[in-house]
C-alpha cells in the first residue's frame, strides 16, 4: 500500500520526472505501442507530463483560467445550471428511477469547463466527452484506444480551427493567442495536448467527486443528519469523499531520473516508471488511524493527495470545490427523500483504475 508520506516524497523529489521522451527507457527506445490503452497519457504533450522549466512554461499559461477571481466570477453560472438541472429532475414521476451520475454530476462539471474555454457547439461537447471516457477506460482494446486516439485530435483540431477564425473570450484564443504571438512559448502539439488536458480533467475529476459524495451520504445516513442539522459542514462532506474515494485512483507515469533511495527503505532504479496511487494514500492507517476505510466526515484528520501534490498540484482544484460546495448541498436541499435503488454490493466501478467512481448511481428523487 502507498502511504501518504512517502507518496509526497516522491511527488516532490526533483528526481521523479514526468516526461518519457526524456527519462522512460522504454519509451525512448519504442517499446511501447499506440495500442497500449495507457498510450495518450504518456504520448501527450502538455504540463501532465513536462518536466522542470518546460512545465513552468506550460503552466503559467494554463493557470490564466484558474485564477481565484475566474473560479469565483463562475459562481452564478455554476448555480444557474445546478438550478436548471434540478428543475429538470423535479419532473421526475414518483418512483421513477434516475441516474444521478449521467443527469447531475455529469453535466455540471463538463458544462461549466466547455464555457471556460469556449466550447459552444453541442456535438463537439459530445465527442470530447466520448473520447474522454474512452481515454479513463483503461481496458480498452487497441481499436478502441487508436481509434480515439485519432478522434480526439480531429475535434481538437476543429475547435482551434473555429477559434482561430472567431476568437473568443475563452481560454482556448488565450492559448491560441499565446501560440502565435509568441511561437517558442507554445507548439501546435502543445497547444492540442494542453486543451485536451484541461477540458479532460476539467470535468471527469469533478463527476467522480459529486458521484462519491452522494453516493457517500446515501449509504452512510448517520453522516448526511450530521450535515442537515450542522453538525459538520459541506466543506467536511467534500473534503472527507475527497480522502475516503478520490475521484483518481491511480495516475500513470512517473519516471526516475536517477537511483533513488526512498525512507520508506525502497529503491527505485533509473528509468523506473511510478504509479501515483492516490485513493491508497487516503486510506493510509498511518495518518487516519485504524479506521482508514470509514466515512467520517467528523474526521479531525482529512488530509489527502486527491489533487496531487507538489509543482503538478492540480490548478482546478478550486473549481472542483466550489461546483461541490454548490451542487451538493442544492440536491439534498430539493429532494430530501433522496435515496439509492441499488444497493452496495450492486453498483458498478468505471472500468478503470484511474478514475474512481460509478458507471451508474441509479436513485429515487422522491423516497
Request: charged share 25%.
Amino acid at each position: 500500500m502507498t502511504t501518504q508520506p512517502l507518496l509526497k516524497e516522491l511527488l516532490t523529489d526533483p528526481r521523479v520526472s514526468k516526461d518519457p521522451n526524456q527519462h522512460w527507457p522504454a519509451w525512448i527506445n519504442g517499446d511501447i505501442s499506440p495500442e497500449w490503452p495507457l498510450f495518450t497519457w504518456v504520448a501527450v504533450r502538455n504540463m501532465f507530463t513536462a518536466y522542470g522549466t518546460d512545465h513552468k512554461r506550460l503552466r503559467s499559461l494554463v493557470a490564466k483560467a484558474f485564477t481565484a477571481r475566474r473560479t469565483a466570477a463562475l459562481r452564478p453560472r455554476i448555480e444557474a445550471l445546478t438550478a436548471d438541472l434540478l428543475d429538470g429532475l423535479t419532473a421526475t414521476a414518483p418512483g421513477e428511477t434516475v441516474d444521478l451520475r449521467e443527469r447531475y454530476a455529469y453535466p455540471i462539471p463538463i458544462q461549466v469547463i466547455c464555457e471556460l474555454f469556449g466550447v459552444t457547439d453541442p456535438d463537439l461537447r459530445e465527442g470530447l466527452r466520448d473520447c474522454v471516457d474512452s481515454i479513463f477506460h483503461t481496458s480498452a482494446d487497441p481499436a478502441e484506444v487508436t481509434a480515439t486516439y485519432a478522434r480526439i485530435y480531429e475535434l481538437l483540431g476543429a475547435l482551434v480551427a473555429a477559434k482561430r477564425t472567431a476568437p473568443g473570450d475563452d481560454m482556448t484564443s488565450v492559448l491560441i493567442s499565446a501560440r502565435e504571438e509568441d511561437g517558442s512559448r507554445l507548439s501546435e502539439q502543445e497547444l492540442l495536448d494542453t486543451l485536451l488536458l484541461v477540458i479532460s480533467a476539467g470535468h471527469e475529476t469533478t463527476v467522480n467527486l459529486l458521484d462519491n459524495a452522494v453516493h457517500a451520504l446515501l449509504t452512510h445516513p448517520d453522516q448526511l443528519a450530521l450535515v442537515r442539522s450542522g453538525a459538520a459542514s459541506w466543506d467536511d462532506v467534500i473534503e472527507e469523499t475527497l480522502r475516503h474515494r478520490s475521484p483518481v485512483a491511480s495516475l500513470p507515469l512517473r519516471y526516475a531520473t536517477e537511483d533513488i533511495e526512498t525512507s520508506a527503505g525502497i529503491t527505485l532504479r533509473k528509468g523506473d516508471a511510478i504509479l501515483a496511487a492516490y485513493a491508497a494514500a487516503g486510506r493510509d492507517p498511518e495518518l487516519h488511524g485504524a479506521d482508514p476505510d470509514r466515512f467520517d466526515v467528523t474526521r479531525a484528520v482529512k488530509d489527502h493527495l486527491a489533487f496531487g501534490h507538489g509543482v503538478h498540484f492540480c490548478l482546478g482544484a478550486p473549481l472542483a470545490r466550489l461546483e461541490a460546495a454548490i451542487a451538493l448541498p442544492a440536491l439534498f436541499d430539493r429532494f430530501p427523500r433522496l435515496r439509492l435503488v441499488a444497493g452496495e454490493g450492486e453498483l458498478r466501478p468505471v472500468e478503470s483504475f484511474i478514475s474512481n467512481g460509478h458507471r451508474a448511481l441509479p436513485a429515487l428523487l422522491h423516497g
